[in-house]
């Protein structure tokens, strides 16, 4: 196997591009389809200020460490969950990426700052742990960013991830959802804009990546997400994958070239995109009602007493 640019030890086969590429190949390739995604969705420019946000994944810290090599100003914001071990060995990882390449980290913990944690919130609400997690993170983010005059927050999210939650929502035909499915959203009505700059990269190419460079990650799923239905849209689309490289690609990169617009509009008023917003009393971030839902839902869970991950994780 050679690499198709230098004709060395090729590391890594890309079926859906045709190609093999040694390390520094690989990490040519994987800088462009960066940069391309961030020029063809006008996702930022070269002066705006990038709050990335970082999981401790492979995802996360592959694409802090490419805009930092971009020349990118990137700070990291990490939210501490509080889901035991997991959340423990991803706070270290973040932490020590951020301190190897001398990169600016905001923390945020859950328990610490707003009095409960992800494991309580899921025992509490009796809901999927994902939704108080989801909840959080967006507000945490959005506040972040905003009060730290940042122009953009990037996330993680790969094609693979785009492509399992375009799957999921054409399998129901979530119209709503799918006129929000494009990697930038727009800053609008207080919130900021956000980013997806490796949609034009999977999940297999995001862990060579961090191989690579030598990026330590959380290889471990999150214990609470066992079971979530997104890993079976990957392992399908995994499987037509293999029998046609390219099909996830194409599957996604066609969604936003020629049908995405046909959804515009179809969002409904959840947080995320709202609609004829006052604030919230509490945090004075918008919101619809008088408190928000990230403060009601601190102020139902933050009065119990903590609940270790160990006894939600197979209630669900
Ligand atoms: P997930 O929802 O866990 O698939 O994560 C999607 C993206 O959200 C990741 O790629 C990160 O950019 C971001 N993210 C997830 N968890 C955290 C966290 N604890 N702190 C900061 N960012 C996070
Ligand atoms: Fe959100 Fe696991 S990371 S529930
Ligand atoms: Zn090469
Ligand atoms: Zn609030």
């Avoid at 035909?173 to 207080?190: I, T």
């Amino acid at each position: 196997m050679k690499c198709r640019v230098c004709r060395g030890p090729a590391v890594i086969d890309l079926r859906r591009h045709n190609a093999n590429f040694c390390p520094e190949h690989f990490l040519d390739f994987t800088r462009k389809q960066v940069e391309k995604a961030i020029d063809e969705f006008d996702m930022f420019g070269p002066d705006d200020r990038l709050l990335v946000a970082v999981s401790g994944g492979k995802d996360s810290l592959a694409i802090w460490d490419l805009l930092l090599d971009l020349g990118y100003a990137a700070d990291g914001l990490y939210i501490g969950l509080g889901i035991g071990d997991y959340s423990d060995d991803s706070g270290r990882h973040t932490r020590a990426f951020a301190e190897s390449r001398q990169a600016t980290l905001i923390e945020i913990d859950l328990r610490d700052e707003h009095g409960f944690d992800i494991p309580t919130a899921a025992t509490v609400t009796r809901r999927v742990p994902c939704s108080s997690c989801g909840l959080s993170k967006r507000h945490l983010f959005d506040r972040a960013a905003v009060e730290g005059g940042y122009d953009a927050v990037v996330t993680g999210h790969n094609l693979d991830d785009e492509a399992a939650v375009l799957y999921g929502n054409v399998l129901t035909w979530q119209a709503d959802y799918l006129g929000r499915q494009r990697p930038v959203l727009p800053e609008a009505n207080g919130f900021p804009r956000k980013v997806k700059p490796l949609v034009r990269l999977t999940e297999r190419e995001m862990a060579a990546y961090c191989v690579i460079r030598g990026i330590e990650y959380q290889i471990d799923e999150c214990p609470m997400a066992l079971g979530n239905k997104h890993i079976a849209y990957k392992e399908a689309l995994n499987l037509i994958e293999e029998q046609s490289p390219g099909s996830k690609f194409t599957f996604y990169h066609g969604f936003l070239a020629r049908a995405a617009e046909r959804f515009d509009g179809a969002s409904g008023d959840d947080d995320s995109t709202p609609v004829g917003l006052g604030t919230c009393e509490r945090c004075g971030r918008p919101s619809s009602n008088d408190v928000c839902a990230f403060c009601a839902l601190s102020e139902r869970v933050s009065g119990h007493d903590p609940v270790p991950v160990e006894l939600v994780r197979n209630k669900r």
